[in-house]
């Protein structure tokens, strides 16, 4: 009996040193915000526009990922409705600055593209 006391109260104190070693890695771990939220939340807008990326895009993933900003860029890539995002996400983990950039090209034909208008405006003077 005394000895079956003794084998796990030595089993219970390996498991709680463990399970204090495990904790104590995961906390020292870099975790990083993955950016293809950011561009998934992208892909759900119907349209856009050339120039930052949208203020409720910027202010939903920073509730989402609380810590992180993100910065972007729209640009048009042809005059045919593509359109090329670039996303930035950084964020502060203990005292490092951790960041990853991303490009994506989004066909979104229905968009208000600038060269498009030129090229109207060009074609047919009196517009």
Known sequence: MIAMALFFTAVFAILSLTSQSLAAARHLQISHVDIGGLAGMMSLTNRVEEGPLPQEIIAQFEGLNPGYSCVGNIMEVSSNGLFRVDFEVVGLKGKKVVGSTM??????PESAASSRNKL????????
């Open 103 to 108: 490009s994506i090209l989004m066909f979104r």
């Open 120 to 127: 109207r405006s060009f074609a047919n003077p009196g517009r």
